[in-house]
């Protein structure tokens, strides 16, 4: 079966966010879901940009890519192309 790191959009992990990750995993994907807000959640998409800049673009990516190692060790990230 597929194994899935899913990262969360700007506002956290969100219900919508996990219930998506719920349908997924009942489709039988596994889905890891790390939270990179520790946490915290946000009602406007504003709200959400704005913690990241406070928390640092560069350490919400550095937690992203220490997700990837641990929930899928051996795996690394590829930029794509900017559109």
Not at 14 to 19: D, E, K, N, R, V
């Amino acid at each position: 079966m597929a194994e899935l790191l899913l990262f969360h959009h700007a506002q956290g992990q969100t219900p919508g966010f996990l219930a998506f990750a719920d349908e997924l995993r009942a489709a039988g994907i596994t889905v890891h879901t790390p939270d990179l807000y520790d946490g915290k959640t946000f009602a406007s998409l504003e709200e959400g940009v704005n913690h990241a800049r406070e928390v640092g673009f560069g350490t919400i990516l550095e937690r992203g890519e220490q997700a990837l190692q641990t929930c899928l060790p051996g795996s690394s990230t590829q930029a794509s192309p900017s559109a």
